[in-house]
């Protein structure tokens, strides 16, 4: 519902700044994400109170559910719609 009504950004990379300037309300993650990138996630999510959703399938699973024709690592939410 977010992808079509809200705010929100696609990628790792996006995810760890958003994080870190506490700028999302929420993520989620593939459950293959990258362990480095996954852990500067939780790391800066953990210190910016923002939860954290790891999505059982895999980035090209969690690309369909958005309707992308890529796979997305991680979706940042930073207005719900």
Same mark, same amino acid.
């Given at each position: 519902m977010a992808?079509k009504? $809200?705010?929100?950004? =696609? $990628?790792? *990379?996006?995810a760890?700044? &958003?994080?870190? =300037?506490?700028?999302a *309300?929420?993520? !989620?993650? +593939?459950? &293959? /994400?990258? %362990? +480095? %990138?996954?852990?500067? !996630?939780?790391? &800066?999510?953990?210190?910016?109170? !923002? #939860?954290?959703?790891? =999505? #059982? ?5 969690l $690309?369909?559910? /958005? %309707?992308?024709?890529f #796979? ?6 930073? %207005? #719900? $719609?």
């Open positions: 992808v009504t $809200g705010k929100v950004g =696609f $990628g790792s *990379k996006d760890v700044v &958003n994080t870190g =300037f506490a700028r *309300k929420m993520i !989620i993650l +593939a459950k &293959n /994400c990258r %362990e +480095a %990138e996954r852990d500067d !996630i939780l790391h &800066n999510a953990q210190q910016s109170e !923002i #939860p954290v959703y790891v =999505f #059982p399938g895999s980035s090209l699973d $690309g369909a559910v /958005c %309707e992308k024709p #796979p997305v690592s991680a979706i940042v939410v930073r %207005e #719900p $719609g």
